[in-house]
C-alpha cells in the first residue's frame, strides 16, 4: 500500500504531516510545502536525504528541511540522579559510623572507594598496635588516625547531607545504628587498655624474674664478685615497689626480699663467720635505698648476725693476726657498733681467757710461738675501744697480765733459742730482756746466757751447757792486756763471767799473728792485769777490743787442772783483731 492511497496529496499551511521516502514524499514541513507525488511502499530502500525526523515547529521534518521521521540519537552518560533534600540527622549518622573505624558511613551511601581507605587505616593502625605493648601505640600514629577519623566524620557528614541512604531507609534507625557500633572503638580502646596492662604486669613480672636470677647466682660468688649484681636487684625491687606499686610484681617483692636478705646471708647459715662480715654489713646499708616500712622486720635482721660474726671471727683472730693489732678489727667494730650487744659483753672475757691459756704455752715445748702470740694478745687488748662497752679497765687488766707474762716468755723464749744452738738470735733475745727488765728475777741468769750464746758464736762448744749462775773456783787465772786498746774479756764453762782491762799506754798492735804470739806480754812492761778464779774443767774465752777500729774477736779455750797456774795475754793483731 502506498501512502497517496490513503491520504492523497498534502495540504499545504502549517500542520506538517509525515513525510514520504524520498525527497519530496510526506506530509509537508512547516513551510507548506511536501506533498505525496509518488507511491511510496513499506520495506523499500531510503535514498540520501530519505526518512526524515522530527521537523521544524511546523511538524516532522527530515535533516534538510524536508519534512519526516527522524530517531535521536543516545544520551553520552546517564542521566545524573538529582540531590534530595538536606537531611542533618542522616548526616550525623553517616559520620558516627564513620566513627566506628570501618567506613560504614560511606557505605550506606555508597562510596566504597572511601570505605576502602578507613578499612586500610584503620588495618595500618592494627598493624602499629598490635600485639600489645606497655608503652602503648606510638603517639605519632595514633594522633594521625584519630585526625583521620575526624575527617572521615566530618566528610561523611557532608556526603549524607543530601544522599539518601542504601540502607536503613531511615535516617533515625542508621543514627541508632552510629552509636551502637560507637561501642566497637570504644570497646576497642578498653580491651587494648587491658591487654596493654597485662604486657606492662608481664614485662614487670620479667624484670622480677630477672633480679631473682641476679640474686640466686650471687649466692654461688664471692661477695666482692657478687655485689654489682645484688646492688642491681636491689634497685629492681625498690623500683617496682616505688613506680608501680599496685602491680602483681610489686606484690611479689617483700617476699623476694626476704630471699634476698637470706640469700646475701648465706655464709653465716653456714657458719662462715668471718666470710659473713662484709655481706651483713652491706645489708645493714639497705635502708638507706629502700623504704623502712616495706621492708619491715628485714630492717633489723641482719645486727644480731652481724654481731655474732664480729665475736666468732675477731675471737678467731686472737692472737693470730698482728696486722689488725693496731685497730683491734672486728672485736673492736663490735664493740663500737653494738657496744650494748650480748657478743660484746663476751669480748673481754674471750681476750683475758685467751691470753691465760697462750701462756701456759710458755712452759712447753714452745715458748718463743706463745710469746709472740702473747705479743699480739697485748697489742689487740690494748687497742679494743671499750668505753662504750664498759670494758675499758678491764681490758687494762688483761693488758697487765700480757706484759708479765711477755716478760717471763721472752726469758724462756732465749734459753729455748741457746738450747737449740740458735746462739745468734738467743743472744738478741736476751739483750732485749735485759734491756727490759733491769729487775726482773731472771736477769742474773739472762747475763751469764748472753755472755755464753756470745762466745759461741765463735766457738761452738761453749754453748753445750747451759750457764748457771755460780761464779768462782779453786784455779787462778791471770789475764793480761798487750794492747792499747780496751779490752773486754768473756769466758764461759763451770762459771760464765766478764772482765774488762784498760789499755796498755806503753803497748801497740802487732802486725802480724806470728810476732804476737811470740812477743805478746813478754817485754816486762806493766801490762793491766786482773786474776780471776775459776774451776776445773774447761774454760772458752772471748776477748773484743773496744776500739772501732779492730775488726774480730780472738776465742781461746783452756783446760784448767789443779796445781797450775795459769796466765792469759790479749793482743791486737793490725787488721785482723784480738786475740789471745
Not at 600485639?131 to 575527617?151: E, H, I, M, N, S
Not at 622486720?297 to 660474726?309: C, I, N, Y
Amino acid at each position: 500500500m502506498s501512502w497517496d492511497e490513503q491520504r492523497g496529496n498534502g495540504e499545504s499551511g502549517r500542520a506538517g504531516g509525515f513525510g514520504g521516502a524520498g525527497r519530496s514524499g510526506g506530509f509537508g514541513g512547516a513551510d507548506g510545502s511536501g506533498g505525496a507525488t509518488g507511491p511510496v511502499e513499506f520495506g523499500k530502500p531510503e535514498e540520501p536525504g530519505g526518512l526524515g525526523g522530527y521537523g521544524g515547529p511546523g511538524g516532522y521534518g527530515g535533516p534538510g528541511g524536508s519534512g519526516g521521521f527522524t530517531v535521536p540519537p543516545p544520551p553520552t552518560a546517564p542521566p545524573a540522579v538529582p540531590p534530595g533534600p538536606a537531611d542533618p540527622l542522616r548526616a550525623v549518622a553517616v559520620a558516627l559510623l564513620n566513627l566506628s573505624g570501618l567506613g560504614l558511613g560511606y557505605a550506606l551511601v555508597r562510596r566504597w572507594f572511601a570505605m576502602a581507605v578507613c578499612w586500610a587505616a584503620t588495618g595500618a593502625l592494627l598493624f602499629i598496635a598490635l600485639p600489645a605493648d606497655p608503652d602503648g601505640v606510638p603517639r605519632g600514629p595514633l594522633t594521625a588516625y584519630l585526625v583521620f577519623l575526624a575527617l572521615a566524620a566530618v566528610h561523611g557528614a557532608a556526603g549524607g547531607l543530601r544522599t539518601s541512604l542504601a540502607w536503613p531507609p531511615r535516617a533515625p534507625v542508621a543514627l541508632v545504628l552510629g552509636l551502637v557500633l560507637l561501642a566497637a572503638p570504644v570497646g576497642g580502646v578498653v580491651l587494648y587498655d587491658r591487654a596493654r596492662e597485662e604486657a606492662t604486669q608481664k614485662l614487670l613480672l620479667d624484670r622480677l624474674d630477672e633480679a631473682d636470677q641476679l640474686v640466686e647466682s650471687a649466692r654461688i660468688e664471692p661477695f666482692a664478685t657478687a655485689e654489682p649484681a645484688l646492688t642491681e636487684a636491689l634497685a629492681t625491687y625498690h623500683d617496682l615497689q616505688a613506680d608501680h606499686p599496685g602491680s602483681r610484681a610489686a606484690k611479689r617483692v617483700p617476699s623476694r626480699l626476704t630471699a634476698y636478705y637470706e640469700a646475701v646471708g648465706a655464709p653465716y647459715e653456714e657458719k662462715d663467720y668471718c666470710g659473713a662480715i662484709e655481706p651483713l654489713t652491706y645489708l645493714r646499708t639497705v635502708p638507706d635505698t629502700m623504704d623502712k616500712k616495706r621492708l619491715g622486720p628485714l630492717v633489723t635482721w641482719p645486727d644480731d648476725r652481724l654481731a655474732t660474726s664480729l665475736y666468732e671471727c675477731g675471737v678467731g683472730d686472737l692472737g693470730k693476726n698482728a696486722a689488725v693489732a693496731q685497730d683491734g678489727g672486728n672485736l673492736a667494730e663490735l664493740l663500737t657498733t653494738f657496744p650494748r650487744s650480748g657478743q660484746a659483753a663476751k669480748v673481754e672475757p674471750a681476750v683475758r681467757t685467751t691470753i691465760e691459756s697462750t701462756a701456759k704455752g710458755l712452759k712447753g715445748s714452745s715458748p718463743c710461738a706463745a710469746t709472740d702470740t702473747l705479743r699480739t694478745l697485748r697489742a689487740q687488748a690494748a687497742s679494743l675501744p671499750g668505753q662504750r662497752a664498759g670494758v675499758a679497765e678491764a681490758l687494762t687488766e688483761d693488758t697487765g697480765r700480757a706484759d708479765a707474762h711477755i716478760r717471763s716468755g721472752t726469758y724462756a723464749c732465749g734459753v729455748e733459742q741457746y738450747k737449740d744452738g740458735d746462739f745468734d738470735t738467743a743472744l738478741t733475745t736476751m739483750n732485749d730482756f735485759l734491756t727490759a727488765y733491769r729487775h726482773d728475777k731472771n736477769r742474773a741468769r739472762a747475763e751469764k746466757i748472753a755472755i755464753a750464746a756470745e762466745i759461741a758464736q765463735d766457738e761452738p762448744a761453749a754453748g753445750k751447757r747451759l750457764p748457771t749462775t755460780a761464779s768462782g773456783g779453786s784455779i787462778s787465772v791471770t789475764i793480761k792486756n798487750d794492747s792499747p786498746d780496751d779490752v773486754e774479756v768473756l769466758y764461759t764453762g763451770p762459771v760464765t763471767g766478764t772482765i774488762t782491762l784498760k789499755g796498755c799506754g806503753s803497748c801497740s798492735r802487732y802486725s802480724t799473728a806470728v810476732s804476737a804470739s811470740l812477743t805478746a806480754c813478754k817485754g816486762g812492761k806493766n801490762y793491766p792485769q786482773k786474776t780471776i778464779s775459776l774451776p776445773v774443767g774447761t774454760t772458752y774465752f772471748l776477748h773484743k777490743s773496744k776500739s772501732s777500729t779492730a775488726t774480730s774477736s780472738g776465742a781461746d779455750t783452756a783446760k784448767l787442772q789443779p796445781g797450775y797456774i795459769y796466765t792469759e795475754c790479749a793482743y791486737v793483731v793490725e787488721g785482723l783483731g784480738t786475740g789471745f
